[in-house]
């Protein structure tokens, strides 16, 4: 009868390590989760990507004549949507989209270099609770937060504390209980970096100041010449008696930013000019925002795509890896991943891409300091944006190469629009920044061969990356220098990932040398030329006509 027991028991054990095992394995080829860290997010200027809605495309008379490529072009949130749609993000690996600012802007222009300038990149804020009809209305937003969501691709919004639009003949300054016109920003200290001004003409929010303050006349009167006066006193008053914040400059604004998480379900904010505020407004914020997205989970169940928390990303102009987790003023360190960021732009990854004496140099530099000094936290790399007039690559001599170093290196990979299509940074007749943000280069994408051709090569390794946390948020290690060859591993107690890159191969037949992350017999996939291979001897042996390899297991 023991030995019968014992042979039952047996067999129940086996059975449940067995289920157990099954369980394991299920997880690990279940969806996979998503992480910020290792995340492809795509940075757009709304009004340059894509025009949707040619009716919207003219507003509150800004006839101007404006300097080139410094006044409205038409693109809007539409345009965006439409191109979810289309499958152009999924195609290119995105899993999301940053926009810049759509509020509504100053409706005015201002003077600069040889013609004028409207708000058409969003950073002039007129009214933070209206959307700029240039960009589009409220259900449009919403449309393209749950067109992009059914897509698998969060949105991130850009979120300016700073600064309200400049002074123009038709925008008044805000009252003085609410903003600083002086004086001017020096940057040599932590003061004369943050209580000052940006750039002439930019009044400063008091984002330090402890004196209430009442709504501005020119908005309640704009909002009691729109109908809506009382509702935004209403909602004001609720969210003042909730906090028990006083009515001060930035509590308004933090409110006013967050009602955009509640109502629409956006998954996360960029924040504008972090370092020229005091670090404890931008902790405030992510305690509303994370709030806001609490509230908008409970009442949006169906909608919730996982549990990932709310995404704040900051702009800290200069920030690099290299420092870190604090940020020297000089005469004052601050660590913003203390006060509310998950992440902060990389400003750094640019210098290292162009500096750095190879592949494995860039990879392991960042791998070592996100595993270590940044655990649980990120960067944001780029290799151009829409303000930084030294990208990696401003003549696009070097798409391909762009794409290998920013999509492959371990971090979060911010492609600003058009680095996929090498889309022109040097325009004719645009002063300044200006230059950097032309129209998307669609007709070059549609009719090019050329510009196909990198297009499909960024396409190709922001699937891998998008198909593999391992690739961003894994631990790097090299497996040999010549040829050169690496593995990325992820692992949790639920999920596992690895992965096998080749860089510089020879074009043609090429032998790979897999380390031992890959057993004996596994069947492998190179995703870049579409190969199946297996390895043998602690090797693979494909022939491809590229001189890189991407390698998976199969069906994963």
């Keep these: 009868m023991k030995k019968y027991l014992f042979i039952l028991l047996l067999i129940v054990s086996i059975s449940c390590s067995s289920k157990k095992q099954d369980k394991i394995l299920a997880i690990n080829n279940t969806q996979k989760p998503f992480l910020w860290e290792g995340a492809n997010i795509y940075f757009l200027l709304t009004d340059r990507f894509n025009n949707g809605d040619v009716s919207n495309d003219l507003n509150f008379n800004r006839t101007g004549v404006a300097a080139k490529l410094r006044g409205f072009e038409g693109g809007d949130i539409k345009g965006i949507t439409q191109k979810i749609e289309e499958?152009?993000?999924?195609?290119?690996?995105?899993?999301?989209?940053?926009?810049?600012?759509?509020?509504?802007?100053?409706?005015?222009?201002?003077?600069?270099?040889?013609?004028?300038?409207?708000?058409?990149?969003?950073?002039?804020?007129?009214d933070w609770t209206s959307l700029d009809p240039n960009f589009g209305s409220m259900e449009a937003l919403k449309n393209l937060v749950e067109v992009a969501h059914k897509n698998g691709i969060r949105i991130v919004l850009d979120a300016v504390i700073n600064h309200t639009g400049p002074v123009t003949n038709v925008d008044h300054v805000w009252p003085e209980g609410w903003v600083?016109?002086?004086?001017?920003?020096?940057?040599?200290?932590?003061?004369?970096?943050?209580?000052?001004?940006?750039?002439?003409?930019?009044?400063?929010?008091?984002?330090?100041?402890?004196?209430?303050?009442?709504?501005?006349?020119?908005?309640?009167?704009?909002?009691?010449?729109?109908?809506?006066?009382?509702?935004?006193?209403?909602?004001?008053?609720?969210?003042?008696?909730?906090?028990?914040?006083?009515?001060?400059?930035?509590?308004?604004?933090?409110?006013?930013?967050?009602?955009?998480?509640?109502?629409?379900?956006?998954?996360?904010?960029?924040?504008?000019?972090?370092?020229?505020?005091?670090?404890?407004?931008?902790?405030?914020?992510?305690?509303?925002?994370?709030?806001?997205?609490?509230q908008w989970k409970k009442n949006n169940p169906s909608k919730v795509l996982d549990s990932t928390n709310f995404y704040m990303v900051g702009e800290v102009y200069n920030y690099s890896i290299s420092n870190g987790q604090f940020f020297d003023f000089g005469d004052k360190k601050v660590n913003y991943f203390e006060n509310g960021f998950n992440s902060l732009i990389n400003f750094e990854f640019k210098w290292n891409a162009a500096q750095l004496p190879s592949y494995e140099a860039l990879f392991s530099k960042y791998d070592s300091i996100l595993q270590n000094d940044l655990k649980g936290f990120g960067v944001l790399n780029y290799i151009s944006s829409h303000d930084d007039g030294a990208p990696f690559d401003k003549e696009r001599s070097k798409p391909f190469e762009s794409a290998t170093k920013l999509l492959l290196c371990p971090g979060t990979s911010q492609v600003y629009y058009g680095d996929e299509s090498a889309r022109s940074l040097i325009i004719e007749g645009a002063e300044g920044d200006a230059s950097l943000r032309s129209n998307m280069n669609w007709n070059e994408i549609a009719n090019r061969l050329q510009t196909k051709e990198i297009l499909t090569h960024w396409q190709k390794l922001g699937k891998f990356r998008n198909n593999h946390l391992a690739v961003g948020a894994g631990i790097h290690k090299m497996i040999s220098e010549n040829p050169y060859v690496f593995q990325r591993n992820y692992s949790t107690k639920n999920f596992k990932d690895v992965v096998v890159i080749g860089l510089d191969l020879n074009k043609g037949e090429k032998q790979i040398n897999m380390g031992t992350i890959f057993v004996e017999g596994a069947v492998l996939l190179d995703a870049y030329s579409n190969t199946e291979v297996v390895v043998k001897n602690g090797m693979v042996i494909l022939n491809t006509p590229f001189s890189i390899v991407l390698l998976e297991k199969k069906n994963q």
């Design 87 to 126: 499958g152009y993000f999924n195609n290119l690996g995105i899993n999301a989209i940053w926009l810049t600012p759509i509020v509504e802007q100053i409706h005015g222009s201002v003077d600069e270099g040889t013609g004028v300038t409207f708000g058409y990149h969003g950073y002039w804020t007129k």
């Design 180 to 294: 600083r016109t002086g004086p001017q920003c020096d940057y040599q200290t932590y003061e004369t970096t943050t209580a000052c001004t940006l750039v002439n003409n930019l009044p400063d929010v008091k984002t330090e100041s402890n004196e209430n303050v009442e709504i501005p006349k020119q908005l309640a009167d704009k909002w009691k010449a729109e109908g809506r006066y009382e509702r935004e006193m209403n909602e004001l008053d609720a969210f003042f008696k909730r906090t028990g914040y006083p009515r001060l400059p930035k509590y308004y604004i933090i409110k006013w930013l967050t009602d955009y998480i509640v109502e629409f379900g956006i998954d996360g904010y960029r924040a504008d000019t972090v370092k020229h505020m005091e670090e404890n407004v931008w902790g405030e914020f992510k305690i509303e925002c994370d709030y806001a997205f609490d």
